[in-house]
């Protein structure tokens, strides 16, 4: 696919949650989209500079594979990152996201951005006068990236994009410390830091339990996947 520009990814991300039924403007649950989707996908620790992995078989099985390791919001926005290379990249198996913003890297960090982040969402949270001086204060800011979930560093760049912050206004936040800037507010941090180690989405133990009954594995390798399941929910 061509490079995007902002309007045609903003275009894709809103075709994209009409089309699962999602509203144009409310927070997305990636956890919860990923089940609507029939997506299985796994958090596990990756390398510090792999935040995901996707790939889609020939059937059309997707999965995904999020750095546990990441904070929270960085998790959010790979599983949106990922959704454009399983849906609208030409080539997307295996994929897998470093982190580096070129080609079709940059499609997808638009898309996701766009997906995560609506202008119908965010927009109705700034006042008047932070949209007038396009300067959009740090108490805006905690209240938007609360409530949709994404890095600081995600939510700057969405509103630079959308000529809302400029440069330098991006700069003198990025350099406060995001969790005193939450802890001061009042904000919980879980969404500053990693989690979901060992979390399982999808229909992993049904297949399992499938492929026992109908002979295919073994009854130590069936118990073997579900000790998987269940080291996942213990951790979590």
Known sequence: MKKLTLSEAEVLASKFRSEN????????????????????????????NSFGISCRSKSGKMFILVNSKSTRGRQHFTIAHELYHLYYDENPSPHMCRGVASGEEKNANMFAS?????????????????????KVELATILRIEQMFEVSRLNLLLRLKDLGLINERQLQNIQSLSVKDT?????????????????????????????????????????FELLNMISYGSKKN
Do not use: C, W
């Open 21 to 48: 039924g999602l509203s144009p403007a409310a927070p997305i649950s990636t956890k919860t989209l990923l089940r609507k989707l029939n997506i299985t996908a796994m958090y596990r620790p990756l390398s510090d």
């Open 114 to 134: 766009a997906l995560l982040l609506p202008k119908e969402g965010i927009l109705p949270l700034i006042s008047r006068n932070e949209i007038i001086s396009h």
């Open 182 to 222: 939450a802890r001061e507010y009042g904000y919980d941090l879980s969404l500053y830091e990693s989690g979901n180690d060992g979390v399982f989405i999808g229909d992993f133990g049904e297949k399992a339990r499938t492929l026992f009954e109908s002979g295919q594995i073994s009854e130590s390798h069936y």
